[in-house]
């Protein structure tokens, strides 16, 4: 582990340590510490240091753990996992599945953490902002069969599985926007974006990635371009190591549950949590004008209904984007 990441998780508890004891630890003097204290700020940390007492954290966390996230899996979901992977630093958890070999044969899976991506990603080629240890930045890669994914809707029901994992862990009723993204209080908590690699005529891996706002600093909020929440702020307080597990076990169980049975399975939890349906929507299709309508929900494939100039019509994830108005 290199001294930097260190200097974090000895800071990690919030509490006041001294320059003095933390060269002791790291094995460099007082001078080399204040300066790895000064470069934290690049990863989106706010260190307080105070004359006498030391330095301290501003918002301390508890750093993600393998074995932490392993146990709460379940004997069944443990039995197919393939890989795990806990990374402080990343390009893109994502991308790392995408480039990763581990095999998913036999209906494995692949999980990937990490405390801080470099290069995070949303849909459209949007960033995700993630500050270190501040919030969960987590990637799920499987198979599915062609046919199977051809159905369509797999974006949506992966939202539900996320939905419902959040739910277990205390949040009260978070919504639905379609085709994926998580709101509470009416706010952006968290988005999902998918993968997909293979060839034609055999089984696909899918990545999912999945970013849930926990608890964003001022400094790296003032980089977001939207209306967001995190729990912290609403008084949700969820340890980090118990969510991954829990989004790991309920995204088994939506893959599997699609892979057999499609989007059918997962419609009624859709439209329980729909934030949109019956709202007046703008859809944004790339080269054409901007569409005014109001939302009738989905179709059997996941496409989003838009009734406007007398009619209604199917719009899929990847041609538009919507706005409520």
Not at 108 to 130: I, K, L, M, N, T
Not at 202 to 230: C, E, F, H
Not at 250 to 274: P, Y
Request: with cysteine.
């Amino acid at each position: 582990m290199s001294t930097r990441y260190r200097l974090i998780e000895l800071l990690a508890d919030g509490r006041f340590h001294s320059g003095r004891l933390l060269g002791q630890e790291l094995g460099i003097s007082r001078a080399a510490v204040w300066k790895h204290i000064q470069a934290l700020d690049e990863l989106g940390l706010d260190v307080h240091a105070v004359r006498g007492q030391g330095y301290r954290l501003a918002d301390p966390f508890n750093p993600l753990d393998k074995e932490r996230i392993s146990s709460y899996l379940g004997d069944a979901s443990s039995a197919r996992l393939r890989a795990l992977e806990v990374f402080r630093d990343i390009d893109s958890t994502s991308d790392y599945l995408k480039r990763s070999q581990a095999a998913l044969e036999g209906g494995g899976f692949s999980v990937c953490v990490a405390e801080w991506q470099s290069a995070g990603r949303g849909r459209r080629g949007r960033r995700w902002v993630s500050p270190y240890g501040a919030n969960l930045y987590l990637s799920f890669a499987a198979q599915i069969s062609e046919a199977t994914l051809g159905s369509g809707g797999l974006s949506l029901a992966v939202a539900v599985a996320v939905a419902d994992a959040l739910q277990t862990c205390g949040v009260e009723n978070p919504g639905l926007k379609w085709p994926n993204d998580i709101f509470y209080q009416g706010r952006k908590l968290a988005g999902i974006l998918l993968d997909l690699t293979g060839e034609s005529g055999g089984p696909y891996k899918i990545v999912v990635g999945v970013g849930i706002n926990l608890r964003m600093s001022a400094s790296a909020a003032r980089t977001i371009d939207q209306p967001w929440a995190d729990l912290s702020g609403s008084g949700v307080n969820i340890d980090r190591n118990h969510l991954a597990g829990l989004i790991v076990q309920s995204l088994v169980r939506a893959v599997d549950l699609f892979n057999e049975h499609g989007l059918r399975v997962f419609t009624k939890d859709w439209e329980r949590r729909d934030m949109v349906s019956g709202r007046t929507v703008e859809l944004h299709h790339e080269h054409e004008p901007v569409i005014k309508g109001v939302a009738r929900g989905i179709d059997a494939h996941g496409a989003l209904l838009i009734e406007h100039d007398g009619m209604t019509r199917s719009y899929h994830a990847g041609e538009v984007s919507i706005r409520l108005s």
